[in-house]
């Protein structure tokens, strides 16, 4: 775990205009390696809800409960079934402009970019053509045999048919769900593309699940800039060098 204290001398970050290397057009024509770390924010551009705030996916108490290791484990029938309704609204929504941004980045950068780190669980960013993605909550669009471990493509057809509860229960929604561990995820490989990078975007996360805070913190240990995208202050502007207060479109426009 890594400490805090070590950089808590660190300016505060600095709202508003940002330095043009740090922009966009600066990234794409500079040299600097870059890592990306994307919340809820972006995915709300595609129309999917946040987790927390007025309109906020957790404001409902039932769905905080459903996501939880708890809740699999007491009723995993009933979590699956409202997985299978969150994995429709999901598969239908199309990446946004911020999406594909991304992924033209990746493209343009080749080697310098370093990858994308996801708490997202939507697939948007690979629908959108990036390939380089650390899905650390893992996606809903897979799902893991509780047995064996091996890893499938949920099948649509489940949604409107799904198979008996044996069946359905000796799977599990790919997904971290709360009181859960990170085991099962490549966070390992999000670290070294943290540690390995010279700037590093943060989009759209509160940081309210710390784990932005603490590859932030790791990305500025190894010498990394940190720029965080939100139009909202938020825990991550602690840890952050200095902060676009702006939505994700407009960093992006
Ligand atoms: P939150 O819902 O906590 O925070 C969303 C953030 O997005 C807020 O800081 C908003 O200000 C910001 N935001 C909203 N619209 C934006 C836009 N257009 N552009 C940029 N930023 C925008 O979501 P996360 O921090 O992603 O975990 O939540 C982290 C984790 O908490 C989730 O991955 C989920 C949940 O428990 C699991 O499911 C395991």
């Not at 794409?28 to 994307?38: F, I, L, M, N, Q």
């Not at 048919?161 to 359905?168: C, G, N």
Request: net charge negative.
């Amino acid at each position: 775990m890594i400490k805090s204290a070590k950089l808590k001398q660190r300016p505060l970050p600095m709202p508003g205009k940002l330095p043009h290397k740090y922009t966009i057009s600066g990234l794409r024509k500079g040299r600097a390696r870059v890592t990306v770390v994307t919340g809820a924010g972006i995915d709300a551009e595609a129309g999917l809800p946040t987790f927390r705030g007025d309109q906020g996916f957790y404001e409902d108490e039932e769905a905080t409960y459903l996501a939880s290791a708890d809740a699999l484990k007491a009723e995993p029938s009933r979590v699956w079934h409202w997985y299978l309704k969150r994995f429709v609204s999901y598969h239908d929504t199309h990446p946004a402009h911020s999406h594909f941004a991304l992924a033209e980045l990746e493209a343009e950068l080749g080697e310098k970019f370093k990858g994308v780190i996801t708490q997202n669980i939507s697939g948007l960013h690979r629908k959108a053509g990036s390939q380089k993605v650390f899905e650390i909550h893992g996606c809903i669009q897979e799902m893991r045999n509780l047995q064996t471990g091996e890893r499938q493509t949920l099948p649509k057809s489940w949604v409107e048919s799904p198979p008996v509860d044996e069946e359905l229960i000796s799977w599990r929604p790919n997904v971290c769900f709360f009181g859960e561990s990170y085991d099962e995820f490549p966070l390992p490989e999000a670290e070294e593309a943290c540690k390995s990078c010279d700037i590093m975007l943060v989009i759209g996360t509160s940081g309210i699940v710390p784990t932005p805070i603490l590859l932030s913190e790791m990305a500025q240990l190894s010498g990394a800039v940190v720029v965080n995208i939100n139009p909202n202050p938020g825990e991550v502007d602690e840890v952050s060098d200095m902060s676009f207060r702006g939505t994700t479109a407009e960093y992006f426009q």
